[in-house]
């Protein structure tokens, strides 16, 4: 994701609100918004994705 530095304040505000939203949770529920790894081939795929994104320069926070 790209974001112009003049809108980056706002957008990043406005973006950690948004996550702070985020229901995880049971994906049966219908109040959950994103369900848990769980799977080895999720997390594996997951785990590849996060390290070619910070091969690539990005920074993940814990």
Same mark, same amino acid.
Request: charged content about 20%; overall charge negative; aromatic content about 6%.
């Given at each position: 994701?790209?974001?112009?530095? =003049?809108?980056?304040? *706002? #957008? /990043? *505000?406005?973006?950690?609100?948004? /996550?702070?939203? @985020?229901?995880? $949770? =049971? ?5 959950? =918004? @994103? $369900?848990? @790894?769980?799977?080895?081939?999720? #997390?594996?795929?997951? +785990? *590849? @994705?996060?390290?070619? +994104?910070? /091969? =690539? $320069? ?5």
């Amino acid at each position: 994701m790209l974001v112009h530095r =003049d809108v980056y304040p *706002e #957008f /990043a *505000e406005r973006l950690v609100a948004r /996550a702070q939203q @985020i229901r995880i $949770g =049971d994906p049966s529920y219908p109040t959950t =918004d @994103i $369900g848990l @790894i769980s799977t080895a081939p999720q #997390f594996t795929r997951v +785990a *590849e @994705i996060l390290s070619s +994104a910070v /091969a =690539d $320069g990005a920074r993940v926070s814990p």
